[in-house]
């Protein structure tokens, strides 16, 4: 069992815990995720590595209520464990000194592209975050962005805080400006991550996004997380969750992301009328 | 001379119309009369050519003698003694290509039915000696610690013969239950998961430490094994990566590789969704792609799961099949529709990416190929489509390489396999063994369980140096 240290509510759909993993801790990179369980019923998710503490041997995740999984888990607190937690998984992403690199962050995935802008900083990159929501009410550690970046661009889509529109529009906006830009990392949702893809691909800078099919081992054993990239089949688990943005077949993804929505449906029904509990 | 019984005594089984439509247990084993029927069989040769069929060496005649004299608890201790998993072994194992088939009376077509008689003492002794786990003796602690990584046939023997020679044993498990194949692969009605689950307590029971959730080169490495502590390293990581057929429209919805469908069921419980949270889909029109046992699990788990049609589509005839022919009868009893000769050119899909069909090729067999086995050649313009909803590649796994990627000093074949000794599993890298499919590409359980055996001899040797 590993056992919650702390939880927080990020903004109301989107919440972090930390969990008590030595293992985990002692060897997580920016870009990696684990697989959890939370108990004997459970199915086994990935999710993103936000950060870790070596010292205190404990690890953070960040996660949005989407199923079933996902809204049992934001009802845990600290004391509660969760079942199964391994990792890490993935390959790193690629940190070297690039030059200038535009870290774009949709929805949950700041909490992915912290540690991913602060290593690449470490390294003496001059890094250009952008973070993107809804609304303003669901955007969350901006500050934590802030303190990794050279230059941080806020968007919502509804414009109540910030600048209104979708992150590819500053995203542009940058690759026009004459300014030189060697990487962009792109991660969220992926729509969000194909539309940042094509974004950049006029311009021919390098653009890597961390995939997020559905997984259920996480270690090469299955292949349901496979994807085609650059016309090869490719298992995210082991030969990513990097890619290159500009070589993912998006639509394939996409469709098999959809393969068991009948079923999660069923799922989170069944177990909100069990539970009592209808966000 | 007593003259030859050449009855061998069947097992009841579970009726076909019956059994395809649940994951019970197919084959029901053998009745204590039974058993000391079949036993009585057994001519006790003083050659026992049984023995060197067998990848563990079990003392055959011996514990076959012990039912025969209705001696159930000296049958179990000498089935233990050379092999940590019974059960296991009773009920998956080959015995047709091994043991059985060097028994004397095998000449006669009527081998004593060893299998059979072994997952008996093994049934047995799960049911009337639950807390005793046959007494072991155990040798006096050596103070030396051995890791081994993965906790199928191959890491649970080596485990378990370590742990007997005195040795402080910790096993590394990946996922989240031990047993590897055992649990993930082969299905419940053809191997008990709560079966499995005993002979790993039993191995648990002689002092083996096993830590779940770590992925050997992910969570930590082999080195870090090495530095922490351990003086050896058994590898037997298994193969566990799929493969596919390379063919266009693979990747659409609704076809799974061999792998993720079994792991879903077996492992996840898919087939007690929702009450299981991980889901699977139900095929009206299953094709499986294969020709060996993991084709016929896939096939019989999409019956179970209430298929209305599905077919083994295999590119050979049924005498080049893989599979145990006893499980291709259970399959064809059950209903499974055999297309041989046949094998896929492409899937077509929907507009929705899901799989509506696979176009496939029918078949001829040409001159053997390397496998000694006719080459199957496709017939130009013999296409044609099979309708179906889903699909599975059950086509071998080849090794995952999460472990030889991390661990210098590993040598590898060009096929990804790590190199080692073909009797005493010794790498290429100081105190480190392998065993299992990992060394060997996909075989099967019991050879995997011999590697181990023989690696945990080698590995005492050298600790004992």
Not at chain 1, 124 to 143: C, H, P, T
Not at chain 2, 49 to 75: L, N, S, W
């Amino acid at each position: 069992m590993y056992e919650i240290l702390l939880k927080q509510d990020l903004v109301p759909n989107i919440h972090l815990l930390k969990i008590a993993a030595p293992n985990v801790a002692r060897k997580a990179q920016p870009g990696q995720f684990v697989v959890i369980r939370i108990d004997e019923r459970g199915e086994r998710i990935p999710l993103t590595i936000a950060d870790w503490d070596r010292e205190e041997d404990s690890v953070i995740i960040v996660f949005m209520e989407v199923g079933t999984t996902t809204h049992r888990l934001s009802l845990l607190g600290a004391g509660d464990s969760i079942a199964n937690f391994i990792g890490p998984l993935g390959l790193p992403t690629h940190i070297e000194k690039f030059g200038t690199v535009i870290c774009v962050a949709g929805g949950f995935a700041v909490a992915t592209i912290v540690p991913i802008a602060r290593a690449l900083k470490m390294k003496g990159n001059k890094v250009i975050s952008i973070m993107g929501a809804r609304s303003q009410n669901l955007l969350f550690w901006e500050d934590e962005l802030g303190s990794v970046s050279d230059q941080l661009i806020v968007t919502t889509d509804d414009g109540s805080y910030a600048r209104k529109g979708v992150v590819t529009e500053p995203l542009k906006e940058l690759l026009e400006s004459g300014e030189k830009i060697d990487r962009v990392i792109a991660i969220g949702p992926s729509i969000m991550m194909k539309f940042c893809a094509k974004t950049t691909e006029p311009f021919g800078v390098k653009t890597i996004v961390s995939l997020n099919p559905i997984m259920v081992d996480g270690t090469g054993m299955c292949g349901c997380c496979r994807v085609s990239v650059g016309g090869v089949t490719k298992f995210v688990c082991v030969d990513g969750p990097d890619f290159d943005g500009h070589q993912v077949d998006w639509d394939l993804l996409f469709a098999r992301q959809r393969i068991y929505l009948d079923e999660e449906k069923l799922s989170l029904e069944r177990w909100q009328s069990q539970s009592g509990i209808h966000p | 001379m007593a003259k030859l019984d050449l009855n061998r005594v069947s097992m009841p089984r579970q009726a076909p119309g019956l059994r395809a439509r649940n994951f019970n247990e197919v084959a029901l084993g053998y009745s204590l009369e039974q058993a000391q029927a079949e036993a009585s069989r057994c001519i006790q040769c003083p050659r026992h050519p049984c023995i060197d069929g067998c990848p563990v060496e079990i003392d055959i005649p011996g514990f076959i003698k012990a039912i025969r004299d209705g001696d159930m608890p000296e049958a179990v201790r000498i089935l233990k003694d050379k092999n940590s998993l019974p059960g296991i072994c009773g009920r998956v194992c080959p015995q047709e290509t091994q043991c059985e088939a060097t028994c004397v009376l095998a000449k006669k077509e009527a081998p004593i039915a060893i299998g059979r008689l072994e997952r008996y003492v093994a049934d047995w002794e799960r049911a009337n000696m639950p807390s005793l786990n046959s007494p072991v003796i155990k040798a006096t602690p050596t103070g030396k610690r051995v890791a081994v990584v993965g906790s199928g046939p191959a890491g649970l023997t080596a485990a378990a013969d370590l742990a007997k020679l005195g040795h402080s044993v910790t096993i590394f498990e990946a996922l989240h239950v031990a047993g590897g194949v055992l649990m993930y692969g082969i299905p419940e009605f053809r191997l008990p998961k709560a079966i499995v689950q005993a002979e790993v307590d039993y191995v648990a029971s002689l002092g083996v430490k096993i830590e779940l959730d770590t992925v050997v080169g992910k969570t930590m490495s082999v080195d870090d094994l090495l530095n922490s502590g351990y003086q050896a390293v058994f590898l037997g990581p298994g193969a566990g990566a799929p493969m596919f057929l390379s063919i266009p429209g693979e990747n659409l919805n609704g076809i799974y590789s061999a792998n993720e469908f079994l792991t879903r069921v077996n492992l996840m419980k898919a087939y007690r969704f929702p009450e299981y949270d991980t889901p699977v889909k139900i095929g009206q029109r299953v094709g499986v792609v294969g020709g060996g046992n993991v084709a016929m699990d896939a096939a019989r788990c999409a019956l179970r799961l209430g298929a209305e049609e599905v077919y083994i589509i295999y590119r050979r005839s049924e005498v080049e099949m893989p599979a145990r022919r006893e499980e291709v009868e259970n399959a064809r009893e059950e209903g499974i529709q055999f297309k041989l000769l046949t094998n896929p050119k492409r899937f077509i899909g929907n507009d929705q990416n899901w799989v509506v069909g696979v176009e496939c090729y029918e078949m001829e067999l040409g001159e053997p190929d390397a496998s000694g086995r006719r080459r199957p050649i496709a017939i130009p313009g013999s296409e044609f489509i099979i309708k179906v909803d889903m699909a599975v590649a059950a086509l071998g796994t080849r090794p995952n390489p999460i472990i030889p990627s991390t661990t210098d000093g590993l040598e590898t074949s060009r096929w990804g396999t790590i190199i080692a000794d073909e009797v005493i599993g010794k790498t290429t890298k100081t105190a480190v063994w392998a065993g299992g499919d990992i060394v060997t590409g996909a075989a099967t359980v019991i050879s995997a369980m011999g590697a181990g055996k023989r690696a945990a001899a080698s590995i005492d040797e050298y600790l004992r140096r």
